[in-house]
């Protein structure tokens, strides 16, 4: 059973039922500082988008982007905002209901791949084989930008943290990553910041 019961996507779909802890009103600004140290390659997937604000962000930037979330009310949130945007930016970003663990979904290869509090939300065997299936959808040389809890606490339904120790075992250059950047800072919320791990790693 996963960290949010046997099943998650009905656990999130709850949550999208009012308006999310995580949902600020705009991209996560540690995500954002990343992506200017490290721009992306289009086409950027963002993999468990949400209500879109940071696949807009990239796309405000003049980069193509790819938003998708298994939760449809968040991706119709995405879309709605993605209505206001002017053409030009709204053309470069589109949003999908998909699961990332479904292997027929994506079938594209992408320069970059974000993802904000994904990670975070899967025990360690999910999260092998999650890093592999977005290592099968990185092109070579492509990027990947994680921000995910440094810490864990003690009540249910919650994520675990992903501390930087597991980054360097997990992108070792042994399993084919080289990691650019790891360091500390802080996942927002509509209640209180949390510790954060943030990272961008290659595919060599
Ligand atoms: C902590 S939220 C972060 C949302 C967004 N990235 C942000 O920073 O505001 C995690 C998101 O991942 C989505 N999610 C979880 N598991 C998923 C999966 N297997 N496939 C697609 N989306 C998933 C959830 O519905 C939720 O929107």
Redesign the pocket.
């Known amino acids: 059973m996963s960290r949010f019961g046997p099943d ?2 009905a656990f ?2 709850a ?2 039922r009012k308006p ?1 802890p ?3 009103g705009g ?2 600004p540690a ?1 954002v500082k990343l992506l200017v140290e490290h721009p992306p390659e289009a086409p950027v997937l ?6 879109g ?2 696949a807009i962000h990239i796309a405000e930037s003049g980069v193509k982007a790819l938003g ?4 449809q009310e ?1 991706i119709d949130k995405a879309r709605a905002k993605a209505r206001l945007l002017p053409p030009e930016i709204a053309n470069l970003v589109d949003f999908r209901v ?5 292997a027929e979904s994506l079938n594209q290869s992408f320069g970059g791949i ?5 990670l ?3 025990d360690p065997d999910q999260s092998d084989a999650f890093i592999e299936r977005l290592a099968s959808l990185l092109r070579p040389g492509g990027r990947l930008y994680l ?1 995910e809890f440094a810490v864990t606490f003690p009540i249910p339904n919650v ?1 675990r943290a992903v501390v930087e120790e597991e980054i360097i075992e997990r992108f070792a250059s042994a399993c084919g990553w080289r990691i650019l950047t790891l360091r500390t800072e802080q996942f927002l919320s509509r209640f209180a910041p949390v510790a954060a791990t943030v990272a961008c790693v290659e595919r060599v």
Do not use: R
Request: proline share 7%.
């Open positions: 998650p996507q999130f779909e949550v999208y999310a995580w949902d600020i991209p996560q995500m963002d993999v468990g988008c949400g209500t604000d940071l998708v979330d298994f939760v968040a998909t699961d990332v663990f479904d974000i993802d904000s509090g994904l975070h939300l899967l921000h994520p």
